[in-house]
């Protein structure tokens, strides 16, 4: 595995050829999103929020393609399975989600459809987020600090590219109601935001996963990703223990079976982390969008093992963790 290249200024994402200028990775989102250098069409630009409690899952993503966009609000209330969706799909969208920027530059989205509403604020500081959608109503204040990862990478014909950035709200304020009951946020409650912006193969697959909780007095979390493009010297995986930002190289995934309920590992060759997954509930996902068939495997559990720090070994036990097993076929 080749090291990891930290890139530690802004710097466009791609050349004038549309191709990624530095396949590296960024503790910030440093990668200029360059739109106008890219080759030819197809681009793919989504948002894409996810909260998790120990009660209920919330997803919201929007986006779009060339030639379709939607916005997706999802409610899933893990006890008795029961799943909420809801949101437009828009052919030939145009500039409706305006998603020519960069991910952390200020913006602002509005969406009012029947059934369905999205408003986000985002002044440089705090993500104003409020997603209604029939028996859904969410509304969270989310601080910008610490715990985020920016990469950009090729794909084998240089002119696709990925880039992507997560920030992990270990911190968060908000509202959860469902058909008008109250869901109070637990201290186990943490949100994630993901930017996607890419020119990418038509078929693809991806694992992506992401958690947050106390270790030994320490706030942690994690994030892990495989999949978009040739990522040997940006991968999406990095540690954060109390904001501080651990990189890591490649992550191994072990399942002891063929469900996606059975018990996991992920592990890095170095040893730095060797974490057993025990999946609690698997959400699984087959759609045929316009333009898209998505399958999908989203399971919620946690975590367990241990994290090797450079002074110290931190003992992780069931700390809350998202995974998503996708297969991605655009028309």
């Known amino acids: 595995m080749a090291e990891q290249r930290q890139t530690t200024a802004r ?16 503790a910030e989102d440093l990668f200029i999103y360059n739109k106008e250098a890219v080759a030819f069409g197809g681009v793919k630009e989504w948002e ?19 030639f379709v ?6 409610f899933w209330v893990r006890e008795s399975g029961r799943h909420f969706v809801t949101g437009p799909v828009k052919f030939f969208p145009g500039d409706s989600y305006d998603l020519d920027f960069s991910a952390e530059d200020p913006h602002h989205l509005y969406v009012e459809e029947e059934n369905f509403f999205l408003s986000l604020d985002y002044d440089g500081r705090y993500r104003r987020l409020r997603c209604r959608g029939g028996a859904f109503d969410v509304e969270l204040m989310l601080p910008k600090n610490g715990c985020a990862l920016s990469t950009a990478n090729p794909f084998r014909r240089r002119r696709q590219f990925y880039c992507g950035f ?51 007095g320490r706030r942690v979390a994690i994030l892990m990703g495989w999949g978009f493009g040739y990522a040997t010297a940006g991968t999406e995986n990095a540690l954060f223990v109390d904001g ?19 018990r996991s590992r992920f592990s890095t060759g170095e040893g730095r982390l060797v974490l057993d997954y025990d999946p609690e509930e698997d959400h699984y996902v087959r759609k045929k969008f316009p333009m898209l068939d998505l399958d999908s495997h989203r399971t919620v559990g946690t975590v367990s093992g241990r994290i090797l720090l450079p002074e110290e070994e931190l003992t992780v036990t069931e700390l809350p963790f998202l995974c998503e097993h996708s297969h991605f076929n655009w028309w």
């Open 11 to 26: 710097m466009p994402l791609l050349d004038r050829k549309g191709r990624v200028l530095r396949s590296s990775w960024a």
């Open 48 to 66: 894409y929020y996810q909260l998790f409690d120990e009660r209920f899952v919330f997803r919201l993503l929007y986006g779009h393609s060339r």
């Open 69 to 74: 966009g939607l916005a997706r609000g999802e």
């Open 166 to 216: 997560r920030r992990i709200f270990p911190e968060l304020r908000g509202r959860v109601t469902l058909n008008g009951q109250d869901y109070p946020l637990g201290e186990r409650s943490f949100a994630v935001a993901e930017s996607g912006r890419g020119l990418l193969p038509r078929r693809l697959s991806r694992v992506c996963g992401v958690g947050c909780g106390e270790v030994g």
């Open 244 to 262: 501080e930002l651990i990189k890591l190289n490649r992550i191994r995934e072990k399942r002891a079976g063929e469900s996606f309920l059975e």
